[in-house]
Nanobody, 115 residues
Framework: QVHLVESGGGLVQAGGSLRLSCAAS????????MGWYRQAPGSQRELVAT???????NYADSVKGRFTISRDNAKNSVYLQMNSLKPEDTAVYYC?????????WGQGTQVTVSS
């Protein structure tokens, strides 16, 4: 059974930082593209960042220069370091594991940035 479990969300003031973690189990983690997505109230879920099995990264324009995605295949984990947070970063953040076969989502972790 596949599980993706996010952690690290919370309430932070604008300009602050948070580090999200996603621990995966039940998959061959190193073979998956891992991604972070977010969904704000009343909005569609959107891509934040992805990292390939070869550590190639991709970021949404809105987070470039502020967020950094990384992975540790030995720990089956992917991380999102979020700096210079803005109120518009407030959302539920989801971890996703992507392959040519089934894709998997975590349950999400809430990030709230106060102004």
């Amino acid at each position: 059974q596949v599980h993706l479990v996010e952690s690290g969300g919370g309430l932070v003031q604008a300009g602050g930082s948070l580090r999200l973690s996603c621990a995966a189990s039940g998959i061959t983690f190193s073979l998956y593209v891992m991604g972070w997505y977010r969904q704000a109230p009343g909005s569609q879920r959107e891509l934040v960042a992805t990292i390939s099995s070869g550590d190639r990264t991709n970021y949404a324009d809105s987070v470039k220069g502020r967020f950094t995605i990384s992975r540790d295949n030995a720990k089956n984990s992917v991380y999102l370091q979020m700096n210079s947070l803005k109120p518009e970063d407030t959302a539920v953040y989801y971890c996703r594991a992507v392959s040519a076969g089934p894709n998997y989502w975590g349950q999400g972790t809430q990030v709230t940035v106060s102004s």
